[in-house]
Nanobody, 125 residues
Framework: QVQLVESGGGLVQAGGSLRLSCAASGRTFSLYGMGWFRQAPGQDREFVAA????????NYADSVKGRFTISREYAKNTGYLQMDSLKLEDTAVYYC??????????????????WGQGTQVTVSS
């Protein structure tokens, strides 16, 4: 089992920045990848970004490409999502997730085995 705990959410003005963290514990040696998703009220949970735990390879949703950066600190079993140039439409609950096994894109909710509890990000005008 792997446990995930997010932190770093909050209220920020449009154009500002936030960094989310996701601390993993438990059987972290078995992880293949980590991803970030978000869910706005009344919307489906949507993919934001993913990273392969061992290689560091990244992929992003088009809506955040160039503004968000995913990274991981391998020795600390912690993943990060740096969010810059935030927009009103980035407001959502952000979830980190971890995948045990190989997946080609890590872009779907079904690709992941473990989920954090979520952290609220609110962007104001």
């Amino acid at each position: 089992q792997v446990q995930l705990v997010e932190s770093g959410g909050g209220l920020v003005q449009a154009g500002g920045s936030l960094r989310l963290s996701c601390a993993a514990s438990g059987r972290t040696f078995s992880l293949y990848g980590m991803g970030w998703f978000r869910q706005a009220p009344g919307q489906d949970r949507e993919f934001v970004a993913a990273i392969r735990w061992s290689t560091g390879y990244e992929n992003y949703a088009d809506s955040v490409k160039g503004r968000f950066t995913i990274s991981r600190e391998y020795a600390k079993n912690t993943g990060y999502l740096q969010m810059d140039s935030l927009k009103l439409e980035d407001t959502a609950v952000y979830y980190c997730a971890a995948a045990r096994d190989w997946r080609q894109f890590l872009g779907s909710v079904d690709d992941y085995d473990y989920w954090g509890q979520g952290t609220q990000v609110t962007v104001s005008s």
